[in-house]
């Protein structure tokens, strides 16, 4: 999907590779699933922060992109988060493994951001490239 002249272009999901050291192998599933999910998003954040007016910062304790200071992408607990709006909002949750984010873990979700997991992930390139057209029209900060 291209909005804006800003396409997250699927290579950037499908051609990584993780680190290839043999102990790599020994690690938890769980652990992997963490590193190969964070490795995505760093490659996502990485190539929309090239873009004029979008930049990588901290927020509530994790890492997101922002554009013109309006935060637009999330990652957390090896999931992606995503700030929607409309149809989009209501196409993302109905994933299977959709939620609405919680960045506090205590049951006050916040009703615009979607996360979803890395099951998702060949998917999150395209989501990002929504939240960042929807972000966009929202005032700088």
Same mark, same amino acid.
């Given at each position: ?60 304790? *994790? ?17 992606? *988060? ?60």
């Amino acid at each position: 999907m291209k909005v804006l002249g800003v396409h997250v272009a699927r290579e950037v999901l499908l051609t990584h590779t993780l680190p290839q050291s043999p102990l790599f192998g020994y690690l938890p599933r769980f652990v992997r699933g963490w590193l190969d999910s964070r490795f995505v998003f760093d490659r996502i954040a990485d190539h929309l922060a090239a873009q004029p007016n979008i930049k990588r910062v901290m927020l509530f304790g *994790v890492p997101n992109v922002a554009v013109n200071g309006n935060v637009f992408i999330a990652y957390q607990h090896g999931a992606m *988060v995503f700030k929607l709006s409309g149809a989009a909002h209501a196409q993302a949750l109905a994933l299977p493994d959709a939620r609405l984010w919680d960045p506090s873990d205590k049951g006050r979700p916040m009703r615009e951001w979607v996360q979803l997991s890395l099951a998702s992930r060949d998917q999150w390139a395209d989501w990002a490239d929504e939240a960042l057209a929807y972000v966009s029209t929202l005032p700088a900060k």
